[in-house]
């Protein structure tokens, strides 16, 4: 054996006794770690692709008869566009543009040009688009696969992505995965070219991908250094995974590399809430909770089904969140770095519910696959997504459609409350709100913000996040408004807002539902900085359905040095009349805005959008932020702000 393989087999071994420190907010599980010990895992585990269920290449009787024809014309279709793409690698100026301004250059254009041919390759058989796979592959493996944004790794800070030190994050972890499927399909095709196609595939996926993943500890995805883990962490666990077991021949390396990869996954497991809430909202769920449900959905397979998780409470809370988040049609309760609308992976969702055993979570895939025309361009997601989607696809448009449509829930431990009017219909107010921390992943500084729906359209909102650029995940990130509290529906504190980190957070958190009323209350001082002189803060939300939804704030200061401002976002036209009273009129209709005029001030910002993803999210160019100035200058009171809908025929001014 090699120096360097004995290495590399080492490393791993080490992480079967090393002392892991867990943060102090996670909750340590082993959920993977106690299904087998590593000597077993060494008998169960099914080596040289023997687990793939899949057709081969060469059964064209199976691609025929498992696929659906309409699904086939797509993906014939899209690989005739790709027939005609120019390779194009990514130069050193795109890579340099992030460092030096935080524009995002480097993209994924290549290997989604690879996938539509192979795709179409794969369920035509007749070998015309063989040619332009074999550019993709050979150009894949003459390029770097970094992503410009997260050269972080490397311990080289120029900008440029360094040949010796192969690096791991998630496009590389994408196309490892990616360049490795290809090979498994096409590889006697290959061969009958040339031999060194298939070597140079198998030399780039191992010195890209599966060595720097056993090499390494320290990437804070993997969690063995105590760190905070999020979607990174299953999403590339995944692509080694499969990487691992189409690519590696030897059984001991592959046993310890699965071991390593179980190991880490737990970690991402530790981190999660027993709520099964995911803090990065629901863009995020399909790679993070989603991509949990691949990891282990392989993991079953490659093990014969002796690791295998699915009865486990948290792994069905964390597949019923996404739809316990589900506002009506493709809204969704967007705290943290997620989009208002979102598109969850119809497959995921699927085959989530087949495993957890939740027929609504099989009918909310046909939904939302229907609701997002999903299916209109062809199966969606990277390499072996979009193969059980192919596969699945059958089933999910054949399936009765639902929307569950939670009447109310409480994420007790992520401390995320979501009501409406009525349970199984989207009809009149939704509400959701929050308390938590400003640290949680893709953190916002909105501890106890809330949102407002009507009819499944907004009326409050979280504005969301634009554009990503260098600026977005570094320490300017709470220079860009979408971050700030004061764009958030929340007050500003003695002129001071929310401030980032873990201790800035919620307590005394309250939930309370009956027939007639859904309340959350949480005391939100301590996510303001001591310049704030706040000695308590308690934001309180009460749906009464069928009626209003209420906003009341309590409060003590130590100190009065400047008016305290209640801020309100929204999406709606803003109107208010010389009597002060304020209407708002949007797609969900028309609402009017309550409160003691005597206590409060009430005045408009327009805040203009430029960004193109929060134009889109919004269909609109600009929000408006209400701002309601409290007059008083006592260090304690109570303000209310009740909204309701509006008469259609009265005017401001009646």
């Given at each position: ?5 004995s290495l590399l087999l080492a490393s791993s071994v080490c992480i079967a006794t ?259 809430a995911c803090d990065e909202g629901p863009t995020y769920w399909s790679g993070a ?248 803060w308690i934001r309180n939300y009460t749906l009464h359905r069928k009626k209003d ?106």
């Amino acid at each position: 054996m090699s120096k360097i393989k004995s290495l590399l087999l080492a490393s791993s071994v080490c992480i079967a006794t090393v002392c892991i420190n867990f943060p102090a907010h996670a909750t340590e599980r082993h959920l993977l770690e106690q299904t087998v010990s590593y000597e077993e895992l060494g008998n169960v585990l099914r080596y040289r692709q023997s687990w793939v269920d899949y057709p081969a290449y060469t059964d064209r009787k199976s691609w025929k008869e498992k696929t659906a024809p309409e699904m086939r014309e797509l993906i014939i279709r899209n690989g005739e566009r790709a027939l005609k793409h120019e390779w194009k690698p990514d130069l050193a100026s795109d890579y340099l543009a992030f460092k030096r301004t935080g524009e995002i250059r480097t993209g994924r254009a290549n290997h989604k040009a690879l996938q539509a041919l192979t795709l179409a390759e794969l369920v035509e058989g007749q070998g015309r688009f063989m040619d332009a796979i074999i550019d993709g592959v050979w150009f894949l493996c003459e390029t770097s696969w970094i992503h410009s944004a997260h050269l972080g790794f490397q311990k080289d800070r120029s900008g440029l992505p360094d040949r010796n030190e192969p690096t791991i994050e998630l496009v590389v972890a994408d196309i490892g995965a990616q360049m490795a499927w290809t090979y498994y399909f096409l590889k006697d095709e290959f061969d009958k070219v040339s031999p060194l196609i298939n070597e140079r595939i198998i030399e780039e996926v191992n010195r890209n991908l599966i060595n720097p993943y056993f090499a390494r500890d320290d990437y804070w995805w993997m969690g063995f250094g105590g760190q905070q883990v999020n979607n990174w962490n299953p999403w590339i666990n995944y692509n080694v995974l499969q990487a691992l077991m189409l690519i590696e021949k030897d059984p001991e390396r592959v046993r310890q590399g699965v071991w390593k990869l179980m190991k880490s996954t737990d970690f991402f497991f530790s981190m999660y809430h027993e709520d099964g809430a995911c803090d990065e909202g629901p863009t995020y769920w399909s790679g993070a909770s989603g991509y949990a449900l691949k990891f282990l959905d392989l993991l079953a397979k490659a093990t014969g089904n002796k690791v295998n998780i699915f009865n486990a409470p948290l792994l069905r809370n964390m597949a019923q969140y996404i739809y316990r988040v589900h506002i009506g049609g493709n809204y969704f309760v967007n705290f943290a770095d997620s989009a208002p609308k979102v598109s969850p992976s119809p497959g995921i969702l699927y085959r989530y519910g087949e495993l957890t055993g939740d027929p609504a979570m099989m009918k909310f895939a046909s939904f939302m696959a229907q609701q997002n025309q999903s299916f209109k361009d062809g199966v969606n997601g990277y390499f072996a997504s979009a193969l059980d989607e192919l596969f699945m696809y059958k089933d999910i448009i054949g399936h009765p459609q639902g929307e569950p449509l939670t009447g109310t829930y409480w994420f007790k431990d992520t401390q995320i409350c979501v009501a409406r009017d009525t349970e199984g219909k989207s009809d009149g107010f939704f509400f959701a709100a929050k308390g938590g921390n400003n640290q949680e992943s893709h953190n916002h500084n909105d501890v106890g913000s809330c949102i407002l729906y009507y009819n499944a359209l907004p009326v409050l909102i979280d504005a969301g996040v634009g554009t990503y650029t260098r600026q977005t995940f570094g320490p300017e990130r709470y220079t860009i408004w979408t971050m700030q509290s004061d764009y958030h529906n929340l007050p500003l504190i003695n002129g001071t807002p929310q401030k980032n980190g873990r201790e800035f957070a919620a307590h005394s958190q309250q939930y309370k539902a009956t027939a007639k009323t859904v309340s959350y209350q949480v005391d939100i001082a301590r996510a303001y900085p001591q310049e704030a002189n706040v000695k308590s803060w308690i934001r309180n939300y009460t749906l009464h359905r069928k009626k209003d939804f209420t906003i009341t704030d309590k409060w003590k200061l130590s100190a009065c040095n400047e008016p305290s401002v209640l801020n309100l976002m929204t999406c709606c036209e803003v109107e208010i009349d010389r009597n002060k009273n304020i209407i708002l009129t949007g797609e969900a209709g028309r609402f009017k805005v309550e409160y003691d005029k005597k206590l409060l001030s009430p005045a408009t910002d327009t805040v203009e959008l430029t960004d193109p993803k929060l134009i889109h999210s919004w269909n609109r160019k600009k929000l408006t932020r209400i701002r309601f100035t409290i007059v008083s200058q006592q260090i304690s009171g109570e303000s209310k702000l009740v909204i309701r809908k509006a008469q259609y025929h009265k005017t401001l001014n009646d």
